[in-house]
């Protein structure tokens, strides 16, 4: 199992840029994958983005291509997810996931079901 932290929400205004963080500790060598993922009130979770472990193959949602970017660094077992340009619509619980399936190329992970460990999420709110 792999425990996931996320930080790095809050509340900003349209057009600001914020950058999450989530830290993979426990069985980290058979994380072939991280992703975010979020949920606003009312709706269901949706994807955001993926990265793979080998390759940094990217997968973007496409309400947050040019956007968002996801990135990871591999020595700090750490993935990012840089936000800018921030609508009222982004407001949601992001959420940090690890996937032990492997894969490398492009549009790899992209659903829940692909995740086998999941972050407790953070908040961002986005203010009009």
């Known amino acids: 199992q792999v425990q996931l932290v996320e930080s790095g929400g809050g509340l900003v205004q349209a057009g600001g840029s914020l950058r999450l963080s989530c830290v993979a500790s426990?069985?980290?060598?058979?994380?072939?994958?991280m992703g975010w993922f979020r949920q606003a009130p009312g709706k269901e979770r949706e994807f955001v983005a993926s990265?793979?472990?080998?390759?940094?193959?990217?997968y973007y949602a496409e309400f947050v291509k040019g956007r968002f970017t996801i990135s990871r660094d591999n020595a700090k077992n750490t993935v990012y997810l840089q936000m800018n340009s921030l609508k009222p619509e982004d407001t949601a619980v992001y959420y940090c996931?690890?996937?032990?399936?492997?894969?490398?190329?492009?549009?790899?992970?992209?659903?829940?079901?692909?995740?086998?460990?999941w972050g407790q999420g953070t908040q961002v709110t986005v203010s009009s």
């Open positions: 426990g069985r980290t060598f058979r994380t072939y994958g």
């Open positions: 996931a690890a996937t032990e399936k492997y894969c490398t190329g492009y549009g790899c992970y992209s659903l829940e079901a692909d995740f086998g460990s």
């Open positions: 990265i793979t472990w080998i390759g940094s193959s990217t």
